[in-house]
């Protein structure tokens, strides 16, 4: 169940996003674990946290190196004028992610996989293009999609691996949280500026509080309550629709 969080609780996602990025990191390193975390992990700012209530995106971008693997991403915020169940229903929805994920031309629910579901997600941007498959592990209970490349797949990336957090948030609001690590490769870095690629990937919460406050997603394109409502521990994407554990 969604938690009814305090004003002050916006710091709650910063250890845990960083925790995250910890885990995603571990296994290149000591070394590259401390240079992942290193500004990530402290609570939010004076500036940050007034950011935050005034609805502004708040990102903390993260590049980690280790011989041929060159990974970005970091955290990302985002105050959102929207009831947790209803992002929720954004997030769950594969139909609604060329809403809200940068630069989508498609996106869909391929089979399960275990606990996971498999997806496919390609990018367009002009004459460049990237497709991959992800690992997703939805969450309803706690409000959270865990999501890593499928590696068994084709893909235009090396790696891939994050979280999506829905918080929820006095006065029927939510906080996004994102946490995400990506190594694109070089093929999508041919046709675009590494980093805007990096500041598209950190904007996500950003776009998805674009897309729910503007109307979010058509109550009937989604499954009904009896295949899991938020905040029920037997929540999943619908099964004929759609980041590391």
Do not use: C
């Not at 992990?41 to 590049?63: A, H, I």
């Not at 190196?65 to 970005?72: D, F, H, P």
């Not at 996106?107 to 275990?114: L, M, Q, T, Y």
């Not at 490769?185 to 503007?214: C, D, T, Y």
């Amino acid at each position: 169940m969604y938690s009814r969080s305090r004003p002050q609780s916006l710091r709650v996602g910063v250890a845990t996003a960083a925790a995250l990025l910890l885990l995603g990191a571990a296994w290149l390193g000591p070394d590259s674990r401390a240079a992942a975390l290193a500004n990530d992990s402290r609570s939010f700012s004076e500036q940050e946290e007034r950011l935050l209530r005034d609805g502004k995106l708040v990102t903390r971008p993260t590049e980690v190196v280790r011989g041929q693997s060159r990974l970005m991403g970091g955290l990302a915020w985002q105050l959102v004028d929207a009831s947790p169940e209803k992002v929720w229903r954004a997030v769950s929805d594969v139909r609604t992610y060329h809403r809200f994920l940068p630069a989508v031309e498609e996106a869909k629910f391929i089979e399960h996989s275990g606990a996971e579901q498999r997806l496919f997600i390609r990018h367009r941007l002009g004459f460049v293009s990237a497709s991959y498959f992800v690992l997703a592990a939805p969450d309803g209970a706690k409000g959270r999609v865990k999501f890593r490349l499928d590696r068994s797949r084709p893909s235009s990336i090396r790696d891939a691996f994050g979280e999506l957090r829905v918080s929820a948030y006095p006065n029927g609001k939510s906080v996004v949280s994102l946490a995400i690590l990506a190594d694109v490769g070089e093929g999508l870095l041919a046709g675009l500026v590494r980093s805007n690629i990096h500041e598209w990937m950190l904007r996500v919460p950003e776009q998805l509080k674009k897309f729910v406050e503007n109307g979010g997603p058509d109550a009937n394109l989604i499954a009904p309550p009896s295949s899991g409502a938020p905040g029920s521990a037997d929540h999943a994407f619908p099964a004929a629709v759609s980041r590391m554990g």
